[in-house]
């Protein structure tokens, strides 16, 4: 590929421009009971890499690779469904039911205990969600209970009799998922919701007042209730709540990649938007706290195709459902959204990309088979990896691109993290220029002396390039030779359609 004259961008990085701690919890992801997720996915017992409780264990050392921190689970559209003591108990007692949500047979077999567990294996906090669609208070009291009381009443004493003698210990909790969508089982309307939440987030407190507790934000920024939604039902449950959700997908639409690689213009709006949202609210109750915001639901999928798959006729057991098989520019808007929730790490301090294993996901497996990594694992296990300490904001001054939905769009977007520790600081940049590397010159020196660490770009002559079982690798970080730090300025030159970590420490 022959490419188009380098442009240039700038920016100054400063251990003052302090935005907020990097919040560990921005790395967290999302099982769902929907299609390979969770059978054949995390879970798949008679596998030759299977445990003893049936769990992958090559899946779970690529979870571990990853880099996740929490994982938000049953749903999703599922838990509008969800009767959680389905899943407890003695395999062979659990009933079979259907989904109403995916159209799918549920068998049971894998359920709250054994989430538990598996992600005491991963290292990973659980993060629940309740059931506000067709179920309400009791039921999420009932649950909560079961959880984290360590014992002395039916409930705490059944999951004790059930193998897990110390209590599960769930902090964080979702009341509810995507009410405002007409396609969830028991939609509502924001006062109806906002009313239940509030109702149920008081109980639970009553149970446990440390409790994190998060309200359902809209759906999408295109729903046609968007802001009011978010407006009326904090109006009911500020006091109760601590965080609102905000979910995203993003994906390449008629061709246009440019608008395409410019997604994350649409998920910064969508967050001041939330926030302006949540501040109004806080200043008319007069409200000491803040709300904000787990963005836990976030991917690259390419929704136009769901209603291909989807099944018609029959109920099966966790069919293939929503695989998309991720290339290189779907991973580099991956890290560009990824950077978005860096730069917003003061009031973004949860998020969960949906999902982790086959659906929409950065890890895929065969059944009785391979598990391998997709192109989007990689910008996501870097920036788990190396963003510690402080994101550091960075204004550059870019070239910049017309887009037809968001207009001029910068050719750079980039973020840093600083460790005051270590005195690592790491610079995650995106190059979105189609055709031409970005030359980018970093002013260093309020770092002191500083040398290059490691430099990596996620690049490629195909844009459009995938990792498949058979050539696992093919788009993966390389070394990116152009970075060097000379006289207080990093210089390095970012190629098209790339993904870019910059490692700096104390020389």
Known sequence: MTHATPRTARFTLDPAFRVAPVSRRTFGSFVEHLGRCVYTGIFEPGHPAADADGLRTDVLELIRELGVSTVRYPGGNFVSGYRWEDGVGPVQDRPTRLDLAWHSTEPNTFGLDEFIRWTGKAGLEPMMAVNLGTRGVQEALDLLEYCNIPGGTRLSDQRVANGAKQPHGVRMWCLGNEMDGQWQIGHKNADEYGRLAAETGRAMRMIDANLELVACGSSGSNMPTFGQWEATVLDHAYDVVDYVSCHAYYEEKDGDLGGFLASAVNMENFIADVVSTADHVRAKKRAKKRINISFDEWNVWYMSRLQDEFPKDEWPVAPRLLEDHYHLADAV??????????????????????????????????????????????????????????????????????????????????????????????????????????????????????????????????????????????????????????????????????????????S
């Open 333 to 506: 808007v991956v890290g560009s959204l990824l950077i978005t929730l860096l730069r917003n790490s003061d009031r973004v301090t949860s998020a969960s990309l949906a999902q982790l294993v086959n659906v929409i996901a950065p890890i895929m497996t065969e059944a009785g088979g391979r598990a391998w990594r997709q192109t989007t694992f990689h910008p996501f296990a870097q920036a788990s990896r190396y963003a510690i300490g402080d994101v550091l904001r960075v204004e550059p001054v870019s070239p910049t691109y017309e887009t037809a939905e968001y207009g001029d769009v910068d050719l750079l977007q980039a973020v840093a993290t600083h460790d005051e520790q270590t005195g690592a600081t790491t610079v995650f940049a995106v190059n979105r220029s189609q055709d031409a590397p970005l030359s980018l010159e970093v002013d260093t020196r309020a770092f002191g002396s500083v040398r290059l660490a490691e430099a990596t770009t996620l690049a490629g002559d195909d844009a459009y390039a995938r990792n498949t079982a058979e050539d696992p690798d093919r788009v993966t970080p390389q070394p990116n030779a152009s970075a060097a730090v000379d006289g207080g300025t990093l210089r390095v030159s970012l190629p098209p359609v790339s993904w870019n970590v910059i490692r700096l420490v104390r």
